[in-house]
């Protein structure tokens, strides 16, 4: 008997912080493609943007906890041991150094992402080395995008891959799915302002914000505790 095909979701991100917009492209695009893992990977340094306010510690334990209600999500920290740039490219590199093949292979973002993608290293060749999955963002909707990106558009689908064309290449799947109207800047800035985030990050995620005083700005002498999420960190490290 033939074993089904494997089927990796990637979501990479500064998540500074991981918030519902992201939860939700991943869902979506797990529940479109029958994905059998899904891996989600906070940058070291992030190429394309300006650097994380919170430290990786931080980062890292959000998104230990943002998946913990997720039975086939997996915290990585492929990209945090490594102190240089977190370019995709690498890291699918390093999930095919694992064995996977590129059409194993699923890497997740939104349309707004992907609006960016001809700056990226090592396009166009990036795109042979893992499906892409462009989910619809507010504002950014996947309908159209084949006219406004018409280099690609041959490569661009609809729907499921289908399992017979496992050996074929790489894709760019369409999802258009409703995911929060939430970034992680207006999350900074609201926690800043001293406004409630409920609703737009996980609730654990908010709990450890608020504990840890993230985002705040700190008196003088005292700033956030990096502690319970150098724990997180070491409980998890290497599960990916």
């Known amino acids: 008997m033939t074993a089904p095909p494997r089927r990796i979701g990637i979501l990479g991100g500064t998540f500074d912080p991981i918030h ?3 939860v939700d492209l991943a869902v979506a695009a797990g529940a479109a493609l029958n994905l059998t893992r899904t891996h989600v990977i906070a940058a070291s340094i992030p190429p394309h943007r300006a650097q994380p306010v919170a430290s990786a510690y931080h980062r890292f334990a959000m998104v230990a906890m943002a998946v913990a209600e997720q039975p086939t999500w997996r ?3 492929l990209e945090l041991r490594f102190l240089t740039p977190s370019y995709t490219s690498t890291t699918l590199q390093r999930f095919r150094s694992r064995g ?8 997740m973002l939104g349309a707004d992402a992907f609006a960016e993608i001809e700056s990226w290293r090592d396009y166009p060749a990036l ?4 499906h892409f999955v462009v989910v619809s963002r507010p504002g950014y909707p996947v309908d159209g995008i084949d006219r406004r990106m018409p280099a690609l558009a041959t490569r661009m689908v609809r729907g499921a891959p289908d399992d017979t064309q496992a050996g074929g290449e790489p894709m760019i799947f369409l999802i258009d799915a409703p995911t929060a109207d939430v970034s992680s800047t207006a999350i900074r800035k609201k926690v800043a302002a001293r406004e409630s985030i409920a609703g737009l990050v996980p609730a654990a995620v908010q709990q450890h914000i608020e504990q840890h005083g993230l985002y705040t700005l700190m008196p003088p002498g005292r700033r956030a505790s990096d502690a319970s ?7 998890l490290h290497g599960k990916d």
């Open 20 to 22: 519902c917009g992201h």
């Open 75 to 77: 915290a990585s920290d």
């Open 100 to 107: 996977y093949a590129a059409t194993e292979l699923f890497f």
């Open 127 to 130: 795109l042979k080395a893992s």
């Open 229 to 235: 999420a150098s724990t997180w960190a070491g409980r």
